[in-house]
């Protein structure tokens, strides 16, 4: 019986660090990923982006099994089309945290991802979607955002930037809810304590691993509880500052490969 791989679970994130810009992976990344499923190892999806934003990526790749949504706040089974698991950010909860980062950097634009496997994505006006290529349907007020669940909303600000604003909501928010960066554009609130190392961490007991067989791959801060849970981190070159300070490893840019450059080496 061959020997089981060093890392056994293999999390990669999808913007930014699987995803090339155009949001297709590259044929060298598909390679590198089935050759690490040939020796054992699991490949699991860890993104911001909720259940229904990745199952035709996840149909593209041949991917049956499970994935880690909405930040860690889904875990999603392909095969069966199903939320196993899913935390939901409260209604109320929402709209205070939302007054009190508007209290502090005063108007900021707001949108929600609705739970379920099919749940929409709202923008209210004002909002601009960071990747064009993801489905929206804009609402007319913003207490229309709130007509069924949703497990997190994400923000933009006319003038601050991401970290700044990122900053800023979390000061403001305090303990109601999780503050995350996940991508240019891209600050969001969810359920407090929900991080991708939650769900990473539920998905690894339901396929029997632990921390110490895990790869993690990813490009923004909201991958750090990723990179603390998992036994290695690696860092694209094109990650932001306070991921690349964490990581065990940085590797090529999401353009250049730079997932398969890692897998290449430890699965030859």
């Known amino acids: 019986m061959p020997a089981p791989p060093a ?7 999808l913007d930014g660090t699987l995803l090339r810009g155009d949001d297709t992976v ?8 089935a050759r690490a499923a040939a020796a054992g190892a699991r490949h699991l999806v860890v993104t911001g982006r909720p259940a229904p934003r990745v199952r035709s990526l996840l149909a593209s790749l041949g991917a049956t099994g499970l994935a880690v949504c ?11 089309d199903r939320l196993l698991w899913s935390v939901t950010l ?22 929600v991802d609705q739970d379920g496997v099919d749940g929409l994505t709202l923008i209210e006006p004002g909002y601009r979607m960071p990747h064009p290529t993801l489905p929206a349907q804009r609402v007319d ?12 909303v994400l923000l933009r600000h006319p003038r601050l930037s991401d970290d700044e604003l990122a900053a800023a909501a979390r000061g403001a928010v305090g303990p109601l809810a999780t503050v995350t960066m996940s991508g ?23 396929l029997g691993l632990g921390r110490e067989a895990a790869l ?15 036994a290695r981190g690696v860092a694209m070159a094109n ?30």
Not at 90 to 111: M, W
Not at 216 to 230: C, K, L, T, Y
Request: net charge negative; glycine share 8%; aromatic share 6%.
């Open 7 to 13: 890392y056994a679970l293999i999390a990669t994130d």
């Open 26 to 33: 590259s044929e060298r990344s598909r390679a590198a990923l």
């Open 239 to 268: 990650a932001h500052r306070e991921l690349k300070a964490v990581a065990d490893e940085i590797t090529l840019s999401n353009e250049d490969d730079g997932i398969a450059v890692v897998l290449e080496r430890l699965f030859a």
């Open 70 to 80: 909405g930040q860690g706040a889904q875990l999603y089974d392909a095969g069966a």
């Open 216 to 230: 993690a791959f990813g490009d923004m801060p909201n991958d750090i509880p990723m990179f603390r849970w998992a």
């Open 90 to 111: 409260d209604r109320e909860t929402a709209e205070t945290a939302l007054g009190k980062i508007e209290a502090e950097v005063g108007e900021v634009y707001a949108a």
């Open 184 to 206: 240019p554009g891209t600050v969001e609130l969810q359920p407090c304590g929900i991080t991708k190392a939650t769900g990473l961490a539920l998905a690894a007991e339901h």
């Open 141 to 152: 007020r913003r207490e229309d955002l709130w007509r069924a669940p949703i497990s997190k």
